[in-house]
T-cell receptor, first 115, second 109 residues
Framework: IAGITQAPTSQILAAGRRMTLRCTQD?????MYWYRQDLGLGLRLIHYSNTAGTTGKGEVPDGYSVSRANTDDFPLTLASAVPSQTSVYFC??????????????FGPGTRLTVL | GQNIDQPTEMTATEGAIVQINCTYQ??????LFWYQQHAGEAPTFLSY??LDGLEEKGRFSSFLSRSKGYSYLLLKELQMKDSASYLC??????????WGAGTKLIIKP
């Protein structure tokens, strides 16, 4: 059982470029989340999806978009990357239609550097 | 506003006991989580408290006082592998997790 996979593991990106971070889970969890983690700050929610076909904005959604075409995949797109989006990005999933009462399981993360 | 406070860093000795405190202010409250995160890795679930009191799970215990907006994680018989960051997170009325910045625990031999 793989759990949650993310790709790429790390990426260096020129400012202004478009980038999609991939996230796939095989646990059939209904809820999925994207967080960014920056030094000295807690995990901050970017976007979430309570079930396939629906998405919602988190604390820091600007500059990011998501889609949830099916249960397993939840890609995060940066339309035009900026240096302030340099961060470690974690995808997570949970088995809860209410959005977060159940334990969240995290992918290994993507380390993104925007120059 | 919503806020989670926990110490930035703590140091303890192998074999000892350490208590990591967390205070929270959330819009509504649906529980308090503790996660462990080793450097360069993903957070992993440790505990969930929604009722007042102590939950024990092996060497790790977690305590919650809803009236005080306070929780702590207690680690006993510390091992070198316990060196990690410990993240406190409160679940608000929208069932979204509000995360603290984490406490980096350094274990010395």
């Amino acid at each position: 059982i793989a759990g949650i996979t993310q790709a790429p593991t790390s990426q260096i990106l020129a400012a202004g470029r478009r980038m999609t971070l991939r996230c796939t889970q095989d646990m059939r969890h209904n809820a999925m989340y994207w967080y960014r983690q920056d030094l000295g700050l807690g995990l901050r929610l970017i976007h979430y999806s309570n079930t396939a076909g629906t998405t919602g904005k988190g604390e820091v959604p600007d500059g990011y978009s998501v889609s949830r075409a099916n249960t397993d995949d939840f890609p995060l797109t940066l339309a035009s990357a900026v240096p302030s989006q340099t961060s470690v990005y974690f995808c997570a999933s949970s088995d809860s239609t209410s959005g977060g009462m159940d334990t969240q399981y995290f992918g290994p993360g993507t380390r993104l550097t925007v120059l | 506003g919503q806020n989670i406070d926990q110490p930035t860093e703590m140091t303890a000795t192998e074999g000892a006991i350490v208590q990591i405190n967390c205070t929270y202010q959330t819009s509504g409250f649906n529980g308090l989580f503790w996660y462990q995160q080793h450097a360069g890795e993903a957070p992993t679930f440790l505990s969930y408290n929604v009722l007042d009191g102590l939950e024990e799970k092996g060497r790790f215990s977690s305590f919650l006082s809803r009236s005080k907006g306070y929780s702590y994680l207690l680690l006993k018989e510390l091992q070198m592998k316990d060196s990690a960051s410990y993240l406190c997170a409160g679940l608000d009325s929208n069932y979204q997790l509000i995360w603290g910045a984490g406490t980096k625990l350094i274990i010395k031999p």
